[in-house]
């Protein structure tokens, strides 16, 4: 038997294709393959037949015209709609932290759906990865035609000095729209530096190559897949997709870079102080949001392909980072450290309202109109939080709850109305100070507008009594007589010629203080963030009395001084840390990094070890000792 040419093998496939592709048209008895506007789809007779005019409608206002053809298509393309049940097939190609999420949607949506192969089965198989897809908030519909709108503002900060990047954009979207080969695209310099720069190692390489494989496989459920999770695959699979759009809307974003830079500044300028630089690099990516928003040396990462062509969505997210900047630049940020157990876990979960509710009503993310009764939702489960750590309740139940609040948003929230509050009826200003003060003085503020005579703040939007009295007793550790004159020095001066004599002059005003420790705290942290690391040492020596938790403060200013290569200081530190922590393997592992950079190597060996000695398959401890 003769074999069958190339050439003829090549036509019965192509014929076999095109009858699959016809038969696939016809039992939905529609044409996908062409170029159908939603009206068509409406104006249909199979529409009013299977009464799925309105799933039709949601689809038109949830997907742009592309999406919904490319969409219909694919779904069209299966060998039936019953092939969705195998989408777990192409989910567990992704990423661990994606499969746990989509699972958590897919499961539920589609154990009790019905898919029949008709025109009504089709469209209600759209309907059902659309409402999969409603899940992401506003990272469902990063395209929808916007035009960016260039906004008048009075810009008054002229120390402005950011960087936006755009290397890793251009490289990553290059190659991903002329298909170069995934070791090519690992091999990207920003693409490196990513999985080398991040401490809790969010994407590797084999991850990187499995998605890039992944977004080039032409079947229709991983297209599906990609098209109801914007997230797949790194959200490779998307900016492959909608590649053009991307890059017109990457151009914009260059082309407008100055103005999106001002009115973010603008926005900021309205609460902090205006003689507070603005210094800071943006590297512009796809791909990079499993790693969160900040590099190692805390340069900002923001992953285009969350906002597409939603220009004022990323204008805000921008804000919001420079937000945590300024916050820093200007904050005394040492309370954490008066505060142990219970009081902690209350500490930790104000400020998560405060800093993410500020920035929030600064630059509004959330619904800016939301109903009251979500409002007093977020205020309930703040009450429900606090009273769980009160009772001390199990960890897991405290961790669960907060991991809501943050995750769902709710604290972000309940803080945004809260500082709207404050704004509104005790006074800008009043909101400043919350900003250079902290999360308890913005607490405290929130008690006090509420407690006006004329306050229009309803019962349920304000704190119970024994909140108000938590918050009263743990501002009592904070002398905030001191606090403003040293936040006041850090504000006004940079450098130790200025700052100096400035410090002087407070110490002599309060020299005759008992809570001299706390200044001495505060002025260390001071000199620290400013990095004169040498000069710090000294008062922090001087303010241990006050502190409560002694080990972390000491571990967490030694790991400073470490990182910014203040060697011998952080030697004075990890050894109050091996004190403190009672010799742990951590606290001596620490001490003799310390000493071997400080070049006191038979001091380090002997700290190493003791680690060998506590832990012998400590592979750190073997690795300085082989130095």
Known sequence: MHSLKPAVLLTVSLLFLFIADTFAQNRYNFDFEKDWDWVDLLID?????????????????????????????????????????????????????????????????????????????????????????????????????????????????????????????????????????????????????????????????????????????????TKLYILSNPLAFMCFGYVEQFSDEYRKSLALVKREEQNILENSAYLLSLFFPENIDFKNSVYMFYGSRNCGWRYRDNSILMDLSRFGDDYELLTKYLTRELFFDERDDIQINVMKYLYTGADTLIYNLLDEVYSNGVSNYIAPILLSNRPSALLEKDFILFRKTIKAIDEKAMQEAIDSMFAIGVNEMYFHSMGAQMAYCIDVYSGRDALKHSLLFGPLYFFQKYIDTYMLDDSPIRRVFRLPSNVEAKILNMNRSISYDMLVDIVNIKVNNSDTTNINPEVRKVFSKYKSRRDNWFLNLITGKLYLDRGFYSESLEYFLYSMQGIIDRAKFVRDIGDTYFDNKAYKESVKMYEKYVTYSGGTVESHSKLGAAYFESGEIDKAKTEFETVIKMDPENSKAKEYLLK
Request: glycine residues 4%.
């Open 45 to 221: 007779d199979q529409s009013r037949l299977f009464q799925v005019q309105e799933q039709i409608k949601y689809l038109r206002d949830e997907f742009r015209i592309e999406e919904g053809r490319i969409l219909f298509r694919e779904l069209a393309k299966l060998d039936s709609l019953n092939q969705l049940r195998d989408l777990p097939e192409v989910i567990n190609e992704d990423i661990a932290k994606n499969r746990r999420k989509f699972f958590e949607i897919y499961i539920p949506a589609v154990k009790d759906a019905d898919f029949s192969e008709t025109f009504g089965g089709i469209v209600r198989a759209a309907v059902l990865l659309a409402n999969i897809r409603d899940n992401f908030g506003e990272e469902k519909k990063p395209f929808g035609d916007r035009k960016f709108i260039v906004k008048s503002t009075e810009l008054k900060k002229t120390n402005v000095q950011i960087i936006f990047n755009y290397n890793a954009a251009d490289a990553i979207l290059d190659a991903l729209t002329r298909g170069a080969d995934e070791n090519e695209l690992v091999s990207i310099p920003e693409m490196k530096f990513l999985m080398e720069n991040f401490d809790n190692k969010c994407v590797t390489r084999d991850d990187l190559i499995n998605c890039f494989r992944q977004v080039r496989r032409n079947d229709p459920l």
